[in-house]
């Protein structure tokens, strides 16, 4: 079974849109986290946001929110304002067990290609 | 602000040559680790690295790799005797205790 899971092979948004990109997870451990990375088209990769599985609130990072439903295993980002340069490859990622854990390997998803028209 | 440094940024190798990857975590990070992403596809763990030893491999990490910290700075991973099918972009990424990983800009492999 997949861990995490993107429906989303690719999205098109209108700049200055908002946009939502979709990201479940499965897991039965208590404890994890959950990440977003940017990928752009030169390859290197971008942490955007991090969902400690105990937290409380939503993470937020300027633009970026992720909106966790843990009773849904669903850890969706939400990107305001959209603009050109979010054009990229965006993968969800889940940390299974505590943080400070010696392995705490991520496992990815297999990404949603979002493009932004002007 | 800190970065994961990661040399080449582009290795071309013939098949079932010897190639050594190389990776500077950012300093005071104490957990390393190595990913692949074959072409247009999912990033892929490779291993995780503390305390001077790996504390998780994939299946994917077989007898031809190999992962060392020489001298307390670089963190490399060595192919010994490369395959097709290792042509991807080789991550290497680090963190400190409770942070998120954060991951240098890669390096293509490419296996001729």
């Known amino acids: 079974a997949q861990k995490i899971t993107q429906t989303q092979p690719g999205m098109f948004v209108q700049e200055k849109e908002a946009v939502t990109l979709d990201c479940t997870y499965d897991?039965?451990?208590?404890?994890?986290?959950l990440f977003w990375y940017k990928q752009p088209s030169s390859g290197e990769m971008i942490f955007l946001i991090y969902q400690g599985s105990y937290d409380q609130q939503n993470a937020t990072e300027g633009r970026y929110s992720l909106n966790f439903q843990k009773a849904r295993k669903s850890a969706n980002l939400v990107i305001s304002a959209s603009q050109l340069g979010d054009s990229a490859m965006y993968f969800c990622a889940m940390r299974e067990g505590p943080p400070g854990s010696s392995a705490s390997k991520i496992i990815f998803g297999s990404g949603t290609r979002l493009s932004i028209r002007p | 602000e800190p970065e994961v440094t990661q040399t080449p940024s582009h290795q071309v190798t013939q098949m079932g040559q010897e190639v050594i990857l190389r990776c500077v975590p950012i300093s005071n990070h104490l957990y390393f680790y190595w990913y692949r992403q074959i072409l247009g596809q999912k990033v892929e763990f490779l291993v995780s690295f503390y305390n001077n030893e790996i504390s998780e491999k994939s299946e994917i990490f077989d007898d031809q790799f190999s992962v060392e910290r020489p001298d307390g700075s670089n963190f490399t991973l060595k192919i010994r005797s490369t395959k097709l099918e290792d042509s991807a972009m080789y991550f290497c990424?680090?963190?400190?205790?409770?942070?998120?990983?954060?991951f240098g800009d890669g390096t293509r492999l490419s296996i001729l």
């Open positions: 990424a680090s963190k400190l205790g409770d942070q998120p990983q954060h």
């Open positions: 897991t039965s451990d208590p404890s994890y986290g």
